[in-house]
C-alpha cells in the first residue's frame, strides 16, 4: 500500500468512525472529544489545587485548578474515561475559567448537559462525575487554605 493509499485509507476511516459517533451524540460532543479544551495537567507551581475521583462507572476524572482571590483563573482536566467524559470535562473547564469558587460549587450536572446540547441518557453520569470531582477539589482547596 502506497502512502497516498495508506492516507486515503485512514482519512475514510475517521470519517466512518465520526458518522457513527454522530448516531450516538451530537456534533458539538463529538467535536469536543476529538478536540478537547484545556486537556493536560497544570504544573505543580502553578496549580492551587488537583483532584482526581472514579465515579462508579469506573472513569476517572482529575481536574487542576489555577486560583487566586477565590477565582478559577485556569482549569485543565484529564480522564481515563470515554468520549462523553472527555467532552463533560472539556465542557467543565470552559465554563469555570474565569468563575467564582462559588459558581463552581453551584455548578450541577443538568448544567453541564445543558451545555453540553445533551448527553445521551446512558453517559449523563459523565456530568455527575465532574461535579463531584469538582466539589471534592474545591473542598481539598478550602481544607489547604485554613
Known sequence: MSREEFDKFVDEL????IKKELE????????LFHNPKNWG??????ASVTHSYK?????????????????IEKATFITDGCGASIATGSQVTI????????FAEK????????ALHGLPDDHKHCAELAVRTI?????????NKI
Not at 14 to 17: G, P, Y
Not at 95 to 102: F, P
Not at 109 to 114: L, T, Y
Open 95 to 102: 465554563i469555570l475559567q474565569g468563575k467564582t469558587l462559588n
Open 107 to 114: 455548578l450541577t450536572p443538568i448544567d453541564i448537559d445543558s
Open 14 to 17: 475517521q470519517k466512518e468512525m
Open 135 to 143: 466539589k471534592q477539589a474545591i473542598d481539598k482547596y478550602k481544607a
Open 41 to 46: 495537567k497544570l504544573s505543580p507551581e502553578d
Open 24 to 31: 450516538d451524540y451530537n456534533e458539538y460532543i463529538v467535536n
Open 55 to 71: 465515579g462508579p462507572c469506573g472513569d476517572t476524572m482529575q481536574f487542576f485548578f489555577k486560583i487566586k482571590n477565590n477565582i
